[in-house]
Protein backbone atom coordinates (compact mmCIF):
# COMPACT_ATOMS: atom_id res chain seq x y z
CA UNK A 1 0.00 0.00 0.00
CA UNK A 2 1.20 3.52 -0.87
CA UNK A 3 1.45 5.93 1.92
CA UNK A 4 2.98 9.35 3.34
CA UNK A 5 4.62 9.82 6.32
CA UNK A 6 5.21 13.27 7.75
CA UNK A 7 6.50 12.94 11.15
CA UNK A 8 7.00 16.41 12.34
CA UNK A 9 3.78 17.78 13.12
CA UNK A 10 4.66 20.99 13.98
CA UNK A 11 7.91 23.24 14.03
CA UNK A 12 8.13 26.65 15.33
CA UNK A 13 11.27 28.60 13.96
CA UNK A 14 12.61 32.18 14.01
CA UNK A 15 12.90 34.16 11.27
CA UNK A 16 15.84 33.74 8.79
CA UNK A 17 16.58 30.28 10.10
CA UNK A 18 16.71 27.96 7.74
CA UNK A 19 14.24 24.66 8.37
CA UNK A 20 13.78 21.18 7.00
CA UNK A 21 10.55 18.97 6.51
CA UNK A 22 10.91 15.67 6.67
CA UNK A 23 8.50 13.47 3.91
CA UNK A 24 9.23 9.49 3.75
CA UNK A 25 7.05 7.45 1.73
CA UNK A 26 6.43 3.72 0.82
CA UNK A 27 4.85 2.54 -2.56
CA UNK A 28 5.76 -0.49 -4.67
CA UNK A 29 5.81 1.32 -7.86
CA UNK A 30 8.94 1.79 -9.77
CA UNK A 31 7.56 4.84 -11.33
CA UNK A 32 5.14 7.22 -9.48
CA UNK A 33 5.85 10.90 -8.69
CA UNK A 34 6.43 13.20 -5.55
CA UNK A 35 4.58 16.40 -4.95
CA UNK A 36 5.46 19.34 -2.27
CA UNK A 37 2.74 21.71 -1.71
CA UNK A 38 2.17 24.68 0.66
CA UNK A 39 -1.12 25.48 2.54
CA UNK A 40 -1.59 28.89 4.10
CA UNK A 41 -4.74 29.84 5.97
CA UNK A 42 -6.53 30.23 3.34
CA UNK A 43 -6.97 26.58 2.34
CA UNK A 44 -5.62 26.52 -0.94
CA UNK A 45 -2.89 24.20 -1.66
CA UNK A 46 -0.22 25.79 -3.70
CA UNK A 47 1.52 23.63 -5.59
CA UNK A 48 5.66 24.07 -4.67
CA UNK A 49 7.57 21.09 -6.87
CA UNK A 50 7.14 17.86 -8.61
CA UNK A 51 9.72 15.03 -9.26
CA UNK A 52 9.52 11.75 -10.64
CA UNK A 53 11.36 8.18 -9.56
CA UNK A 54 13.91 8.50 -12.12
CA UNK A 55 15.43 12.13 -11.48
CA UNK A 56 17.17 11.88 -8.43
CA UNK A 57 19.10 15.70 -9.16
CA UNK A 58 18.02 17.44 -5.88
CA UNK A 59 16.48 21.14 -6.69
CA UNK A 60 16.80 24.40 -5.69
CA UNK A 61 14.21 27.41 -6.72
CA UNK A 62 15.37 30.52 -5.05
CA UNK A 63 15.07 29.92 -0.98
CA UNK A 64 13.72 26.17 -1.33
CA UNK A 65 15.41 23.29 -1.76
CA UNK A 66 14.54 19.57 -2.39
CA UNK A 67 16.48 16.49 -1.38
CA UNK A 68 15.38 13.33 -3.17
CA UNK A 69 16.41 10.62 -2.11
CA UNK A 70 15.19 7.03 -3.09
CA UNK A 71 17.79 4.58 -1.10
CA UNK A 72 15.63 5.68 1.95
CA UNK A 73 12.67 6.77 0.01
CA UNK A 74 12.03 10.12 1.39
CA UNK A 75 11.97 13.94 0.16
CA UNK A 76 12.91 16.29 2.23
CA UNK A 77 12.37 19.78 1.70
CA UNK A 78 14.37 22.91 3.49
CA UNK A 79 13.56 26.39 3.31
CA UNK A 80 16.84 28.92 3.73
CA UNK A 81 16.30 32.38 5.42
CA UNK A 82 12.70 31.75 6.31
CA UNK A 83 10.00 34.19 6.48
CA UNK A 84 7.21 34.74 8.03
CA UNK A 85 5.36 34.58 5.02
CA UNK A 86 6.84 30.76 4.97
CA UNK A 87 4.17 30.15 7.95
CA UNK A 88 1.92 27.45 6.39
CA UNK A 89 1.03 23.87 6.35
CA UNK A 90 3.13 21.79 4.29
CA UNK A 91 2.09 18.80 2.25
CA UNK A 92 4.17 16.27 1.07
CA UNK A 93 2.16 14.13 -1.20
CA UNK A 94 3.04 10.81 -3.75
CA UNK A 95 0.49 9.97 -7.04
CA UNK A 96 0.97 6.67 -8.72
CA UNK A 97 0.45 7.29 -12.74
CA UNK A 98 -1.85 4.51 -13.19
CA UNK A 99 -5.22 4.22 -12.39
CA UNK A 100 -7.03 6.92 -10.54
CA UNK A 101 -4.04 9.07 -10.66
CA UNK A 102 -5.31 10.00 -6.82
CA UNK A 103 -2.57 11.48 -4.48
CA UNK A 104 -1.92 10.00 -1.13
CA UNK A 105 -1.05 12.86 1.17
CA UNK A 106 0.97 12.87 4.17
CA UNK A 107 -0.77 14.30 7.22
CA UNK A 108 1.26 17.73 6.87
CA UNK A 109 4.06 20.09 8.77
CA UNK A 110 2.76 23.20 10.06
CA UNK A 111 5.80 25.68 9.99
CA UNK A 112 5.31 28.50 12.46
CA UNK A 113 7.96 31.12 11.46
CA UNK A 114 8.67 34.07 14.33
CA UNK A 115 9.29 37.28 13.69
CA UNK B 1 -6.41 33.87 -15.81
CA UNK B 2 -9.17 32.66 -12.83
CA UNK B 3 -7.69 29.64 -11.08
CA UNK B 4 -10.37 26.88 -9.60
CA UNK B 5 -13.22 28.28 -8.07
CA UNK B 6 -15.50 26.38 -5.82
CA UNK B 7 -18.94 27.63 -4.18
CA UNK B 8 -19.64 28.46 -2.32
CA UNK B 9 -16.67 29.04 0.02
CA UNK B 10 -18.66 28.41 3.67
CA UNK B 11 -22.18 26.26 4.59
CA UNK B 12 -23.57 25.40 7.38
CA UNK B 13 -26.45 21.65 6.97
CA UNK B 14 -28.28 20.39 10.09
CA UNK B 15 -27.43 16.51 9.75
CA UNK B 16 -29.42 14.50 7.83
CA UNK B 17 -29.68 17.26 5.29
CA UNK B 18 -27.85 16.82 1.42
CA UNK B 19 -25.44 19.38 0.20
CA UNK B 20 -23.82 20.14 -3.28
CA UNK B 21 -20.39 21.66 -3.90
CA UNK B 22 -19.34 23.40 -7.04
CA UNK B 23 -16.71 23.58 -9.04
CA UNK B 24 -15.27 25.84 -11.99
CA UNK B 25 -11.81 24.21 -13.22
CA UNK B 26 -9.28 25.92 -14.87
CA UNK B 27 -9.94 26.95 -19.05
CA UNK B 28 -8.80 23.86 -20.54
CA UNK B 29 -8.23 21.67 -17.55
CA UNK B 30 -10.19 18.70 -18.47
CA UNK B 31 -9.87 16.65 -15.09
CA UNK B 32 -11.35 17.40 -12.22
CA UNK B 33 -11.26 16.01 -8.39
CA UNK B 34 -12.50 16.37 -5.08
CA UNK B 35 -10.47 16.07 -2.03
CA UNK B 36 -12.10 16.05 1.83
CA UNK B 37 -9.92 17.46 4.47
CA UNK B 38 -10.49 16.98 8.06
CA UNK B 39 -9.41 19.19 10.13
CA UNK B 40 -5.97 18.59 10.95
CA UNK B 41 -5.44 16.03 8.45
CA UNK B 42 -3.74 15.79 4.59
CA UNK B 43 -6.19 15.32 2.09
CA UNK B 44 -8.30 12.40 1.35
CA UNK B 45 -9.16 11.50 -2.38
CA UNK B 46 -12.79 11.13 -2.86
CA UNK B 47 -13.72 11.17 -6.55
CA UNK B 48 -11.86 12.27 -9.98
CA UNK B 49 -13.27 12.95 -13.16
CA UNK B 50 -11.66 13.04 -16.66
CA UNK B 51 -13.17 13.93 -19.87
CA UNK B 52 -16.57 13.61 -17.77
CA UNK B 53 -16.11 10.01 -17.16
CA UNK B 54 -15.48 8.64 -13.81
CA UNK B 55 -11.70 7.72 -13.13
CA UNK B 56 -11.54 6.85 -9.70
CA UNK B 57 -13.37 6.56 -6.29
CA UNK B 58 -11.68 7.10 -2.94
CA UNK B 59 -13.04 4.93 -0.14
CA UNK B 60 -15.95 7.27 0.98
CA UNK B 61 -19.97 5.90 1.24
CA UNK B 62 -22.80 6.12 -1.28
CA UNK B 63 -23.48 9.10 0.25
CA UNK B 64 -21.39 10.86 -1.84
CA UNK B 65 -21.65 11.45 -5.63
CA UNK B 66 -20.28 13.54 -8.23
CA UNK B 67 -20.39 14.44 -11.96
CA UNK B 68 -18.47 16.37 -14.35
CA UNK B 69 -20.54 18.26 -17.16
CA UNK B 70 -19.84 19.30 -20.60
CA UNK B 71 -18.00 22.50 -19.80
CA UNK B 72 -16.08 20.34 -16.95
CA UNK B 73 -17.29 21.86 -13.96
CA UNK B 74 -18.33 19.10 -11.52
CA UNK B 75 -20.52 18.97 -8.70
CA UNK B 76 -20.19 16.86 -5.42
CA UNK B 77 -22.90 15.77 -3.75
CA UNK B 78 -23.18 14.30 -0.15
CA UNK B 79 -26.87 12.94 1.11
CA UNK B 80 -27.69 12.51 4.78
CA UNK B 81 -25.26 14.38 6.31
CA UNK B 82 -23.45 13.29 9.19
CA UNK B 83 -21.37 15.30 11.92
CA UNK B 84 -18.40 13.52 10.73
CA UNK B 85 -18.82 14.80 6.64
CA UNK B 86 -17.41 18.68 8.47
CA UNK B 87 -14.44 19.08 6.49
CA UNK B 88 -13.18 21.25 3.59
CA UNK B 89 -13.40 19.82 0.00
CA UNK B 90 -10.88 20.96 -2.22
CA UNK B 91 -11.39 20.60 -5.46
CA UNK B 92 -8.47 20.26 -8.23
CA UNK B 93 -7.98 20.60 -12.21
CA UNK B 94 -5.34 19.68 -14.51
CA UNK B 95 -5.19 19.14 -17.86
CA UNK B 96 -4.97 15.44 -17.98
CA UNK B 97 -3.10 13.17 -15.58
CA UNK B 98 -2.27 14.02 -12.14
CA UNK B 99 1.76 13.73 -13.15
CA UNK B 100 1.57 17.05 -14.19
CA UNK B 101 0.38 18.53 -11.03
CA UNK B 102 -3.24 19.72 -9.88
CA UNK B 103 -4.24 23.42 -9.35
CA UNK B 104 -6.46 23.32 -5.99
CA UNK B 105 -9.09 25.46 -5.17
CA UNK B 106 -9.64 27.36 -1.89
CA UNK B 107 -12.39 25.04 -0.98
CA UNK B 108 -15.32 25.01 0.67
CA UNK B 109 -15.64 24.66 5.05
CA UNK B 110 -18.87 22.36 5.34
CA UNK B 111 -19.78 22.47 8.64
CA UNK B 112 -22.83 19.71 9.99
CA UNK B 113 -24.16 20.66 13.09
Known amino acids: AQKVTQAQTEISVVEKEDVTLDCVYETRDTTYYLFWYKQPPSGELVFLIRRNSFDEQNEISGRYSWNFQKSTSSFNFTITASQVVDSAVYFCALSDPSGTYKYIFGTGTRLKVLA | DAGVTQSPTHLIKTRGQHVTLRCSPISGHKSVSWYQQVLGQGPQFIFQYYEKEERGRGNFPDRFSARQFPNYSSELNVNALLLGDSALYLC????????????FGSGTRLTVV
Open chain 2, 92 to 103: ASSHGHSVYGYT
